[in-house]
């Protein structure tokens, strides 16, 4: 039945000029129909640039602040229903003092009948209210989900180093999912519950205004006091609950993502320990709130039941002087006892209240970050390059107290190929995250024929640059959709062309479908030297003006070695290239090598050159000599 699969197979088949493809003819009625409700999904328009009014707090007002006329509505059906519902014991009253007492059967059968229409009118008001908030909630709740993903997509890398994935997950899952609870029942149904109490004192406070004064009296003050020890003792409970969540999602995402780091050094074993205590905090912060919520609970019902006996107490004596009817009496007692649903209920989203705000803020947190590396106000697209870069001054660090480059001094020419050779540590890695503009120099420039990359947008400046990192990432999807992530209109012919051009032919023979194989999820079912491969043939296809290409330190067998030695000859040619060189037999083949040592660049030279001078890179060439 993939004709129903949902709006986009319904979408697609219309668009081939085939509305009801292969679906028979009786039931090609029911389909339109079905595709008639079918909500509409079109592109959504992200937009990338960093603006002030994303900046924007949110708060739970500034959230709900667009919905104004269908939360309106929703608090108009919440007043329909509330005093529909609370009709039933005036209706009692009435029936008792005009109906038994009087001995008239005829306002009997009124009353009943009127009841009976309150019972519909609040049923009918109640499904069109929790329909209705419930599709308003699931509108909200898309619209943070995409605002907060974009928001995180919009980050600079130092935020994906500084954050932890399965913390960013929380936000994204049981933080949302509080906040999908909050404002699909509990705002609407907390204006109900407060409605029907302000209901239910207002018409106590008619029927017999001494009688009510003395029932609130009881009621109101100790229900406030214990309402406002609550609130303080759930608060922090609440806060601590979800960062526990945290905790507890971000430890699993990292021993499921380091399973086998963890299963070759023998962590199984330490690993559920550590687990172990951390569901154990977790339950502790649950617990710690669900033993306020156990004292406020009963408290608040025991104050009701004090309240009531009171009423029967002095109401009582009220009828028997004859200044109450027992109607009267009657429609006190159902009201108060209705009185402590509420203040329940109230107390139970109080708790879920407490959660969205929790998860609010810590949202409003994630959400105020702002990304480090910022396209500035003015800035412009790239003009196309040949490729010349030049870094004069550089200086940087992750964090302002540890410089790792300090006056770093480059110049690198069209189409040259430079290797960066250092100790490990050294900063290499770090140039080239400088020169594909993943952070800003703390000082100095780094300029592309002679543009700053600071003044130049940051897509504009990717569009150019090519980048292979150590360890490349496979989506979960086939060669070609992998491929495809260098340029997402790229014919399948292109596809097949740039993975022979890196040598991948004999690679692409052996798989069943071709570049239509699959691909596991982080590339488990490829070989090392094979995605290496694979991302070189992604760097192919995007033909970027300059290529940053961080070598692969894994061990790779001499075939996988000879292999991507070749791939690196067609990528490189003709192309400006970085290549953070971690074996000096990549370094040798550059046309010029740079040493970084100590926050700066000790030499530059061919290796010639370099090994001629007996400096620092020829001491490194003969120690990696004398080893192989
Ligand atoms: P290399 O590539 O020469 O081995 P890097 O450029 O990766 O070295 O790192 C230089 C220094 O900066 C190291 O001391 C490293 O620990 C530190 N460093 C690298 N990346 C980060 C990061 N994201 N946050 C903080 N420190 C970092």
Redesign the pocket.
């Known amino acids: 039945m993939g004709g129903f699969g949902g709006p986009s197979a319904s979408q697609s088949s219309t668009a081939a000029g085939l509305p009801h493809a292969g679906v028979p003819g009786h039931l090609v009625e029911q389909m339109t129909a079905i595709i008639e409700r079918e909500p509409e999904h079109p592109e959504p328009v992200i937009e990338f640039d960093y603006t002030a009014d994303e900046a924007e707090l949110l708060t739970l007002r500034s959230f709900l602040r667009p919905y104004r006329p269908q939360l309106v509505l929703a608090v108009a059906l919440v007043i329909v229903e509330t005093l529909a519902l609370q009709a039933g014991p005036l209706l009692t009253k009435i029936g008792i003092d005009r109906g038994v007492i009087a001995g008239d059967r005829s306002v009997l059968v009124v009353v009943a009948l009127v009841f009976v229409a309150t019972i519909v009118v609040h049923a009918g008001a109640s499904w069109w209210r929790i329909s209705f908030t419930g599709r308003l909630g699931e509108t909200l709740m898309e619209r943070l989900r995409v605002r907060v993903f974009s928001h995180m997509e919009r980050q600079s890398?130092?935020f994906y180093?500084d954050e932890k994935a399965g913390v960013l997950m929380t936000r994204m899952t049981s933080d949302i999912e509080a906040l999908t609870m909050l404002f699909q029942e509990g705002l609407v149904n907390m204006a109900v519950q407060g409605l029907t109490l302000v209901v239910i004192a207002t018409v106590l406070l008619i029927l017999d205004p001494l009688l009510a004064v003395i029932a609130l009296f009881v009621v109101v003050p100790a229900t406030m006091a214990l309402a406002i020890w609550f609130k303080r003792a759930s608060e922090i409970g609440y806060l601590r609950v979800r960062d526990r969540i945290a905790d507890l999602l971000s430890d699993l995402q990292e021993s499921l993502a380091g399973i086998r780091v963890i299963s070759a050094f023998n962590r199984r074993d330490v690993n559920v320990a550590r687990h172990r205590q951390i569901v154990d905090d977790y339950r502790d912060a649950n617990v710690e709130t669900a033993r306020a919520a156990a004292i406020f609970g009963p408290a608040a019902e025991g104050v009701g039941i004090v309240g009531q006996a009171v009423v029967l107490l002095i109401g009582g004596r009220m009828v028997l002087d004859g200044r109450l009817s027992i109607g009267d009496l009657t429609a006190f007692a159902l009201y108060l006892t209705a009185f402590f649903a509420p203040i329940a209920a109230l107390v139970q989203l109080y708790n879920s209240y407490q959660q969205g705000q929790a998860a609010m803020s810590k949202l409003r947190d994630l959400l105020a970050t702002r990304p480090s590396v910022i396209d500035r106000l003015d800035a412009g697209d790239l003009p196309p390059v040949d490729g010349a870069i030049e870094l004069t001054g550089v200086h940087f660090g992750?964090?302002p107290e540890?410089p790792?480059l300090r006056g770093v001094d480059l110049s690198i020419d069209a189409g040259e190929t430079i290797a960066i050779v250092?100790?490990?540590?050294?900063?290499?890695?770090?140039?080239a995250?400088l020169v594909s503009r993943f952070y800003d120099p703390d000082a100095g420039t780094v300029s592309i024929d002679g543009h700053p990359l600071t003044t130049v947008t940051q897509m504009s400046l990717r569009r150019q640059l090519g980048v292979v990192p150590q360890e490349p990432f496979l989506f979960n999807g086939t060669v070609a959709d992998n491929l495809r992530v260098a340029r997402p209109d790229a014919e399948d012919a292109e596809l097949v062309e740039a993975a022979e051009a890196v040598g991948m032919a004999d690679l692409l023979a052996g798989l069943p479908h071709g570049i239509d194989s699959p691909v596991h999820e982080r590339g488990t079912s490829l070989s090392s030297g094979e995605r290496q491969l694979l991302a070189l043939a992604r760097a192919f296809l995007a033909r970027p003006r300059v290529l940053v290409l961080d070598e692969a330190t894994s061990n790779l067998d001499l075939k996988s070695e000879s292999q991507i030695e070749r791939a690196l000859d067609t990528l490189l040619d003709g192309r400006t290239a970085i290549l953070?060189a971690h074996r000096l037999a990549t370094a040798k083949r550059a046309d010029r090598i740079v040493v970084?040592e100590d926050g700066g660049v000790q030499e530059v030279g061919s290796h010639d050159e370099l090994v001629a001078a007996g400096g620092r890179y020829a001491e490194m060439y003969q120690t990696w000599e004398r080893g192989t």
Not at 422 to 431: F, L, N, Q, R
């Open positions: 890398l130092d180093t992750y964090d540890n790792v250092g100790p490990t540590g050294a900063g290499k890695s770090t140039v995250k953070i970084i």
